[in-house]
């Protein structure tokens, strides 16, 4: 176990200088994440043009892990289709639980997310950011009134 | 008293030299592993307590020459595991000076303790309108179960403030007591923060009103001497594995008194006298709070725990620690960009703190790497996480077994973290 596999410069540099950081306002699709292992939360606001996610800022508090994770995330996701994300989704997922797994499509620099896998304990933080994306995607869905911005938790 | 001052020698030695934390190492097996390839420096036992290997043999001797259930049959095994069992019921007794094993419940551990007031207790007395009294320090485990008796009876629950020290604001306690508060529920010493709460204070201003004072002494009983008759409370809750037993035993301490008008909590087996299908009569204290059969080993295993601690000695066990405290503290002070979180100028057996730049969460994992086990969250206080406008802390907490070299390595491992993240 080797934490400079964990805490990558580009890691470390997303924690530092966090992307897309904010709110948007209004928003499309919103939801609050939520990780009560360490008390973290994550809120993302997105906007979707056609089927594409055209814009998407996160805030909240969190680990280095999650915060650049989600800076990583808003980077990849802005100005895709909403069926890549979800492919992309997949392949995260893979990533931070599947040893050895190949990715189905190239991750860029969500490669440097890759380390996580060999921490059990911060897969949680890598991957809140995303399932908060899907809340918000599917509250986006949900949501023709407007309703409570959609909340999930890691547990 | 000048005595102190004149010694030259760095406190590492003191406290080796009076204590022997080494010789009390070596009694802790799990102490010989290595973490990530590093010896184990375990700081974490406000979290949970290592047991020494006196309270594994207890366990394993139980398990291989005494088993059976309590209470029940005439057999041998079930005698000899009977008066197991309520020998240990004994030394806990006498371990907190209670003045009857009537008054000693076990449970499962704290939490489950102040569910049994919260909900027997409470289910009798709180009405609508009543006011629960806690502190905004509690471990949650001092606050949900009121929140739900509350709610279940219309009573309403308050929290006194802490001072931005992390004390309690006495006065603004005591200015919270009222016509309506019906009981108090107070940490013993906070998880989160390790203020001592003034207990002296809060029982006399309890007494003068009548109320009645439940104590969670999870965070107390294993670092200093407790006497709950001379604390004077009503309830004292503690759990075995903060005072180096087993997980899933703990104790109730109940005034007779109030035991006495308590309905049973759990129905079922052991509490009962006997049964018809309408209607049953209740076995007398303590048994008529532990439905069941009961976790038999825990409780020897609990007992073993006890007398393990009182061969240490506990005065010779609080001064080794809060000189580990003392030092921890000193030591951690100095580090650049590092905040305690809780100065309150009595404390016990924690310090919590974060580290400007760095999350909690990576500060553990990377402390972690260094073989260096600390608890990095909301510790279950987030009301005291909040006070502070925090959501986690980084927090170390000592054990009899705990050395200088522990706050060494602790203070390494740090050094370590800001090296990663600058």
């Known amino acids: 176990m080797d934490t400079r596999d964990l805490y990558r410069d580009v890691i470390l540099d997303h924690n530092r200088s966090p992307r897309n950081f904010g709110r948007l306002e209004p928003a499309d699709g919103s939801a ?124 | 008293m000048n005595a102190p001052r004149a010694q030259a020698s760095p406190p590492v030695r003191a406290v080796a030299n009076e204590f022997s934390a080494e010789r009390v190492r070596a009694d802790f097996p799990i102490l010989a592993r290595e973490v990530n390839g ?62 009857s094993t009537r008054e000693i419940i076990f449970t499962r551990g704290t939490t489950e303790a102040i569910n049994l007031v919260a909900q027997s207790w409470g289910g009798a007395q709180l009405k609508p309108g009543d006011e629960v009294l806690i502190t905004h320090l509690e471990h949650h485990a001092n606050i949900v179960p009121w929140q739900m008796a509350c709610a279940a009876h219309g009573a309403r629950l308050v929290a006194a403030p802490l001072a931005p020290d992390g004390a309690l604001d006495l006065p603004a306690f005591i200015a919270l007591l009222g016509e309506r508060t019906r009981m108090i529920a107070v940490a013993h010493v906070s998880n989160a923060l390790g203020t001592v709460l003034p207990l002296r204070e809060i029982v006399a201003e309890a007494q003068r009103r009548g109320i009645p004072v439940l104590v969670d002494g999870a965070q107390a009983i294993a670092h200093q001497r407790v006497d709950v008759q001379a604390l004077d409370c009503d309830f004292y809750a503690f759990s075995g594995h903060k005072v180096y037993g087993p997980t899933g035993i703990g104790v109730l301490y109940a005034r007779e008194a109030l035991l006495a008008k308590m309905p049973p909590w759990q129905g079922g087996g052991d509490m009962i006298l006997t049964v018809a299908i309408e209607s049953s009569t209740y076995n007398d204290l303590p048994w008529r709070f532990e439905a069941g059969t009961p976790n038999i080993s825990g409780a020897i295993g609990l007992g073993a725990a006890l007398g393990y601690l009182e061969g240490l000695g506990l005065d010779a066990v609080h001064r080794h620690e809060q000189r580990l405290l003392a030092e921890a503290t000193g030591a951690l002070q100095a580090l650049p960009g590092l905040r305690l979180i809780g100065t309150a100028p009595e404390k016990m057996g924690v310090v919590s703190f974060t580290l400007d730049g760095v999350h909690p969460h990576d500060i553990g994992t990377l402390l972690d790497a260094e073989g260096v086990a600390v608890r990095t969250g909301h510790h279950c206080a987030m009301p005291a996480m909040t006070f502070f406008g925090l959501a986690a802390t980084a927090r170390a907490s000592f054990g009899c077994y705990n050395t200088s070299a522990d706050i060494e390595r602790l203070v390494a491992a740090l050094i370590k973290v800001r090296e990663v993240f600058g």
């Open chain 1, 32 to 155: 609050l994440g939520h990780n009560p292992l360490c008390g973290d939360s994550l809120s993302i606001t997105l906007r979707v043009q056609g089927e594409r996610l055209s814009e998407l800022r996160f805030n909240g508090q969190g680990c280095a892990i999650s915060v650049a994770s989600a800076s990583l995330m808003s980077e990849a996701v802005t100005g895709k289709p909403l069926d890549e994300i979800a492919a992309l989704y997949h392949d995260v997922h893979g990533l931070l639980t599947v040893d050895k797994y190949t990715p189905q499509r190239p991750l860029g620099k969500l490669m440097a997310l890759s380390g996580v896998r060999e921490f059990p304990a911060r897969v949680k933080c890598a991957s809140l950011c995303w399932h908060t994306l899907n809340a918000a995607l599917e509250q986006r869905n949900a949501a023709a009134s407007p309703v409570a911005a959609a909340a999930v938790s890691t547990e």
């Open chain 2, 38 to 99: 590093r010896p184990l420096v375990y700081l974490d036992s406000a979290a949970s307590a290592q047991q020494p290997r006196a309270v594994l043999d207890a366990i394993e001797h139980y398990a291989t020459t005494t088993h059976a259930n309590v209470h029940r049959g005439v057999h041998t095994l079930s005698q000899e595991a009977t008066a197991a069992f309520e020998g240990a019921r004994e030394h806990v007794r006498r371990f907190i000076n209670a003045r």
